[in-house]
């Protein structure tokens, strides 16, 4: 049976594919407002929540006392969207997704800061590392990104990594995963309703299938980063969000035809690397 660290690892892995899968959908959905992007991106996954709280036996109840950090978790998961979406539409896709995965980072700061988690040398080492390996995926294309774009790709990976704090509090109070989701997700389409109906764009087939497969995805990776979160601290799983980037150059190949430079390929062994390396040093310690 898969220690909670373990389960932890391999939650975190089919979240980074499917958070791939849903980047991949939304590029094929065309030119549509970030906004209209995102309450999609939240629909399908509120709806998913609801199904699966409708049919536990506690349904929606829920602790009281957990309801800040539901709203924190809500807040600063609906920003991390926005902010993300608009990197991408503004800044290189490379540079967005860098951007983007700064999440862990914060997170593993607000888990020290909120939670007192130790942050031990070699996990600090090979979070820096894989750092690094983002650094050869963008290149120097980073310096000519416009500030203020990537200011708010900035905010938008704070954002999420205090999200992922939250996440992880409200897993130590023994809140149910499908709960959080549907709590952030509701929370999203009711922000994003009023500025989608004040300007909405018509859709084509196409794009509306896309955009609900990436709602899909978006819940199925909600529910497995949840899932991790509460079952690990972030300085043991977020290395491996890193392999998104590993999976979204698959796809990328396959179905857009983009083949990765040497530098690229380079960055992508690094993060493989240190993700191997961190998995076979953790293993020594007690499991959790």
């Not at 819940?219 to 300085?235: E, K």
Request: with cysteine.
């Amino acid at each position: 049976m898969l220690s909670k660290r373990n389960r932890a690892i391999l939650y975190i892995l089919c979240s980074a594919f499917f958070f791939a899968l849903m980047n991949t959908f939304v590029r094929l959905s065309g030119d549509l407002p970030s906004v209209q992007k995102s309450f999609f991106r939240n629909l399908v996954a509120a709806f998913a929540a609801l199904a699966l709280l409708l049919r536990s036996r506690e349904g929606f109840r829920c602790d009281p006392r957990n309801l800040p950090l539901l709203v924190v978790r809500s807040v600063f998961g609906t920003m991390g969207i926005l902010c993300n979406f608009y990197a991408v539409d503004h800044l290189l896709l490379s540079d967005a997704s860098m951007l983007n995965k700064l999440s862990p980072f914060f997170a593993i700061l607000f888990s020290r800061l909120t939670l007192k988690e130790r942050i031990r040398p070699y996990q600090l080492a090979g979070i820096l590392i894989a750092f690094g390996g983002m650094l050869l995926i963008v290149k120097p294309g980073f310096a000519s990104a416009a500030l203020f774009p990537a200011l708010v790709g900035v905010w938008g990976g704070m954002s999420a990594g205090a999200a992922y704090t939250a996440v992880r509090c409200l897993g130590q109070r023994g809140e149910r995963g499908p709960f959080i989701v549907f709590f952030f997700s509701a929370f999203s389409c009711g922000v994003t309703l009023p500025f989608l109906l004040l300007d909405y764009h018509p859709m084509t087939g196409g794009q509306l299938a896309c955009l609900l497969a990436a709602g899909l995805c978006a819940a199925l990776a909600q529910f497995a980063v949840t899932a991790a979160y509460t079952n690990a601290p972030a300085r043991t799983i977020s290395v491996y969000d890193y392999s998104q980037v590993v999976f979204s150059a698959v796809l990328g190949f396959f179905l857009f035809g983009q083949i990765p430079d040497l530098w690229s390929a380079a960055g992508y062994a690094v993060i493989c690397g240190v993700s191997v390396w961190m998995f076979l040093r953790g293993r020594r310690e007690p499991s959790a």
